[in-house]
């Protein structure tokens, strides 16, 4: 073991001793940015990338696991990436298949899809739509593998999903303008009766949400690190709980 890693491990262990679980929030969500910088950084391609961070999904699971976490949103990919050429996105969605699989065959995790499915292959699809069955009865934590998912088309999407709704009851334009609110929205989206994140991160340094949940995050609080994902560690992780601890939630007020 490098010098380095036993000072990471040993600074790690005191983050998490003074950690107060009371604290740690509920629902995480993640931006898993970096991958294909990190691979470039290391002479690799960018397939090569892409495997690095979906083989590092289990590592965070678990430290989430041992800190009390219920919900964590992982960003796999976004309706802008699905604009990549034709030989980055073949491969990267064949991960992003093989990375959910995984997750269902752990057993420890509950899957859930956000995002658009129409817009993904067939293949990916049935990907998603066999992790949610199989692991629907697992009382674990609930991980939400955000393929295909736009911040502004979740809310298109739910609009749409209300107005469909509400046509069918034979709801009138008038009467629906009467009851539209946010809960009745919120009632529609790919997270419907989630909590919302409390906490959401993002690595790579970039700080901007680029449409990550849009709608739940109002109130999130947010932490940019500066690593690239596959080189995110529990130390990294730790902090972020630390940080969020630290804040005082005020929620407009």
Not at 136 to 165: F, K, M, T
Not at 236 to 245: C, G
């Amino acid at each position: 073991m490098k010098l380095r890693d036993l000072v990471y491990g040993l600074y790690a262990r005191r983050v998490e001793g003074r950690l107060d679980h009371a604290q740690v929030p509920k629902h995480i969500g993640v931006i898993l940015d970096g991958n294909r910088r990190w691979a470039r950084a290391a002479g690799g391609t960018a397939e090569q990338g892409h495997k690095a961070g979906a083989s590092k999904i289990q590592e965070l699971l678990g430290w989430c696991s041992e800190t009390d976490v219920e919900v964590v949103t992982l960003w796999l990919l976004s309706t802008d990436n699905l604009d990549r050429p034709e030989d980055e996105l073949g491969p990267l969605l064949s991960i992003i298949e093989g990375a959910v699989r995984d997750l269902a065959a752990d057993g420890r995790w509950r899957v859930h899809h956000v995002g658009n499915r129409d817009l993904l292959p067939s293949r990916t699809q049935t990907v998603l739509k066999e992790a949610e069955r199989d692991t629907e009865h697992i009382d674990g934590i609930l991980v939400n593998v955000a393929v295909g998912y736009g911040g502004r088309q979740e809310i298109a999407d739910a609009v749409r999903s209300l107005l469909l709704d509400h046509a069918t009851k034979g709801t009138s334009f008038e009467e629906l303008a009467e009851v539209v609110d946010i809960d009745l929205i919120s009632e529609h989206l790919y997270t419907r009766g989630q909590p919302d994140p409390d906490l959401v991160i993002r690595t790579s340094g970039e700080q901007r949400l680029s449409g990550f949940m849009l709608w739940q995050s109002a109130h999130s609080e947010y932490y940019f690190c500066e690593v690239f994902w596959p080189a995110f560690r529990k130390v990294d992780f730790l902090r972020a709980l630390r940080d969020y601890a630290a804040r005082h939630r005020r929620y407009g007020y």
